[in-house]
């Protein structure tokens, strides 16, 4: 998309995942949280990338070199050395916003992997077409307990995001919350990023306070509802994770058998989206297929499979096998 740019906001550790390695490098479906997200913004043709890094900094920028080759675009770095909040992230990028200052930036969360090129495209159309300083990509979910409530005023447009617990009962009530996921003119964040106060509890800095300076400064900012409850899902701990697992394998699942893969049980069966896999394909219990495989037609795969980074060709019975990196 002509005229954008990202941020990605990557600074979190992963104290909670009791891991020794920054937040966004775990895994879901065997690839890091932040290639997902960096996936979706090159399928939707945004390729000039800024990361803010944090913890870890070191392990996240040498992942990031090595997948460059396979990025056609740019990813740049800064460093975020206090974690002072979603703006003051924001603000270590501002060499970044002030190069692409004639531009729109989407902001993201590295650790939320399920934020689609679809949701990206149609977002930034809306921003486009309402003219705004900035729109905040909402979502409608079941349970909204903890996230900051989307309130519409009568003409239902964006008129204020309220945190959890600032909301009284008839707020709590609402069930379109902020994703996190910001679509900004970039004149329009600068003339505001630097006037938010940290006076809160956590002593932070908050990126939605720039949205309410925008609407105190009555300049156009809305709200772009999407139905898939997903993209607002991240991971802290563990058991979110697995959760994101569960949810990104039932989809890949389903999107094979939906392209005409036979998949007659799931049992033990794991597939990245990297994966592509042709026609008259049979995946038996028990197979995982990692990275960038590539099945011919014709293939029975399983039970009991391996394959990582494979090329297997066509007319092929799988039973019982691992490989790595093979062509078959």
Not at 58 to 82: H, M
């Amino acid at each position: 998309m002509e005229n954008t740019c990202a941020i990605i906001l990557a600074a979190g550790d992963g104290k909670r995942m009791k891991s020794d390695k920054p937040k966004v490098l775990s895994e879901v479906l065997f690839k890091p949280m932040i290639k997902w997200v960096i996936d979706s913004l090159h399928y939707a043709k945004i390729n000039d990338i800024c990361i803010v890094c944090g913890y870890k900094h070191a392990d996240l920028e040498k992942y990031l070199n090595s997948i460059k080759n396979s990025f056609k675009g740019n990813i740049s770095t800064v460093l975020q050395a206090e974690r002072l909040g979603t703006a003051h992230a924001v603000t270590m990028a501002s060499d970044f916003l002030n190069k692409n200052i004639e531009k729109d930036v989407i902001i993201l969360n590295g650790d939320a992997p399920f934020i689609d090129p679809e949701t990206i495209k149609k977002s930034y159309e809306f921003h486009k077409a309402k003219k705004n300083s900035a729109t905040v990509i909402s979502a409608k979910i079941k349970n909204p307990f903890g996230y900051g409530r989307i309130v519409r005023n009568e003409q239902c447009q964006l008129s204020k995001i309220v945190e959890q617990k600032d909301a009284n009962d008839k707020i709590q009530l609402i069930n379109e919350v902020n994703s996190g996921v910001y679509w900004f003119n970039i004149k329009s964040l600068l003339n505001v990023i630097f006037k938010i106060s940290n006076h809160n509890a956590q002593n932070e800095f908050y990126l939605p306070d720039a949205i309410s300076l925008l609407l105190q400064k009555i300049e156009n900012v809305d709200a772009f509802s999407v139905e898939n409850e997903n993209i607002i899902k991240g991971a802290n701990d563990r058991i979110q994770l697995n959760q994101l697992n569960n949810i990104a394998r039932e989809k890949v699942l389903y999107d094979l058998m939906c392209a005409g893969v036979d998949i007659p049980f799931n049992d033990g069966i794991i597939i990245s989206d990297d994966s592509k896999i042709g026609e008259n394909v049979t995946i038996l219990p028990n197979t995982i297929i990692k990275g960038e495989t590539i099945i011919g037609n014709n293939c029975v795969i399983g039970p009991n499979v391996f394959l990582d980074h494979c090329n297997v060709s066509d007319n092929n019975n799988l039973q019982f096998v691992n490989y790595y990196d093979a062509k078959i």
